[in-house]
């Protein structure tokens, strides 16, 4: 398969990115790692007139500490993502969405930006990030704004972002004493992509209670659900096997997934509440107090 003709541009700045993406408007697209548009225009899913590849713009990879959050720039391949020792310091749950993406090409060439640009609901890091709380910070001609996770997603492959906006830096704030996070998920074979995933953040007090909990699931639906229904559970609750087995049994709740070739809707909303344990229970050993 082969993509239809078009016109490539390698902007050295996020500013002359901005200035293209104004020029050629909604027929440009922004090229990352390439590893969903590429395979997209092959199959003439997608035929950008122009291609803007944002791979020689300085500034927009590596992961850095400022403040009380992990900035992580939106052209960081997933592979640096789950290898950095912020990350894993600070926020092992991320570190463990990004190491179970794909394979080891993908995750060599693939950015944390791209993905969540792309918001295929089959992905790992939008659950992850909805979990964390994450802010992106989109930049256009006439400024930058900034949208949480909770916003970000809008449905099937469809974001807040409008098209005259670059992604430039993904914030997670650093989670506070007794905060543990954790990610769980079950891969389809032979593609790697997400059948359902969880993914948890939850803090306790020294008591063992829970004071917060954040826990989405991946895979039901158009984009990342909060499990809200799992999280009112915990909520005061002492952070024990029972309790967090009731949490986890509500995490499906209110969800209408699309049943597949592969796994049906009851296995799917089932596996949710699998995952959902799995990740509260890895998310409060982490949560040392
Ligand atoms: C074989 C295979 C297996 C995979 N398995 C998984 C998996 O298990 N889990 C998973 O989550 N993903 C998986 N992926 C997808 C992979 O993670 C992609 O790399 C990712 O979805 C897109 O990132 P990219 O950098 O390649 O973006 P690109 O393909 O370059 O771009 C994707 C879209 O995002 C837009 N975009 C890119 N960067 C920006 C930006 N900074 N600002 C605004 N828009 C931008 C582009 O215009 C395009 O529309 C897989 C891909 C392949 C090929």
Known sequence: MFPANFGYAAPRSVDEALQLLSK???????????HSLIPAMKLRLSSPRTLIDLGAVPGLRGVRLDGNTLAIGALTVHADVGSSDLVRKHLPGLAEAASVIG????????TIGGSVAHADPAADFPVILTALNATFVLQSTG????VTADKFFVDY?????????????IIVPLPPAGTGTAYAKLAHPASGYVVVSAGAMITRQPSGSCTAARITIGGLGSGPVRAVASETELQGKAL???NIAAAAAK???????????Y???DYKRHMATV???????AAVKRAVT
């Not at 394979?103 to 693939?110: F, K, S």
């Not at 400024?143 to 900034?146: E, V």
């Not at 995952?275 to 229970?281: G, K």
């Open 263 to 265: 796994a049906g809707a």
């Open 240 to 242: 024990n096997a029972q």
């Open 24 to 34: 050629h408007g909604e027929e440009a697209k922004l090229l990352a790692g390439g």
């Open 143 to 146: 400024g930058s704004r900034t």
């Open 103 to 110: 394979d080891v090409q993908v995750r060599n060439r693939g």
């Open 157 to 169: 492959f469809t974001t807040a972002m409008e098209p005259n906006e670059i992604l430039t830096e």
């Open 275 to 281: 995952l959902a344990r799995r990740a509260i229970e």
């Open 251 to 261: 995490a499906a709740e209110e969800t209408d997934p699309d049943g597949d070739i």
